[in-house]
């Protein structure tokens, strides 16, 4: 059987519990399956989700590897994925434990979510908040020649962050004379993840 071995560059957690969503990329791209309470490998991440169960899936100890097997494009294909950076661990640990964890989409999550990492540095956080189909509020913070900027609209600014991370169900980001925080409305399960995927927190 080919082994495939990932190592992964861009990473991304994307969550919308109101759309049932929840996506994670780590190179390759999983959906979670409602029905399994599993994660399934996208076998055309670039159009129409084609989703295939992984079979077999093993973590290491200390999470920096994930192993699998799948019908991977009509053949049998093992898969590899090896990253030293604390968010694939992370992102690894997930998918590898969802299954018990008794997770499911509820319907009082307001916030959609998206963080994406390149080289497991964080470069992008989006979020949107809805209520009652409604946009409430809504956070961008983009990473640009090493540093992080708050992105605002109505009117347009571009502020300069000396720092970004996740406390007491929000982020907090903070410029040199101003803070700012966005409340995320998640549920628990999510929380914890989006919290140690930003702050960086080993698995």
Request: with cysteine; charged share 25%; hydrophobic share 35%.
């Amino acid at each position: 059987m080919p082994v495939k071995l990932i190592k992964p560059t861009t990473s991304v957690f994307s969550y919308d519990a109101k759309g049932g969503q929840l996506c994670v990329v780590s190179e390759l791209k999983f959906y979670f399956n409602k029905g399994t309470h599993e994660f399934e490998l996208d076998q055309n991440p670039h159009g129409e989700p084609n989703l295939t169960k992984m079979n077999n899936l093993r973590l290491s100890a200390d999470a920096a590897e994930m192993e699998f097997d799948a019908v991977y494009r009509g053949k049998n294909t093992s898969f590899k994925l090896s990253s030293e950076y604390p968010v694939d661990k992370i992102l690894y640990q997930t998918m590898a434990g969802i299954a018990g964890s008794g997770f499911a989409f509820r319907d009082d999550e307001h916030d959609s979510v998206e963080l994406i990492f390149e080289k497991g540095a964080l470069s992008r956080v989006q979020m949107h908040k809805y209520i009652d189909i409604q946009l409430a509020a809504s956070l961008r913070i983009i990473r640009e020649e090493g540093g992080f900027f708050l992105i605002k609209q109505k009117p347009y600014a571009k502020i300069p962050l000396n720092s970004v991370g996740a406390d007491d169900k929000s982020i907090v980001s903070k410029a040199d004379s101003e803070t700012f925080r966005y409340s995320v409305d998640v549920q628990e399960y999510t929380w914890d993840i989006l919290k140690r995927l930003i702050n960086g927190n080993e698995p």
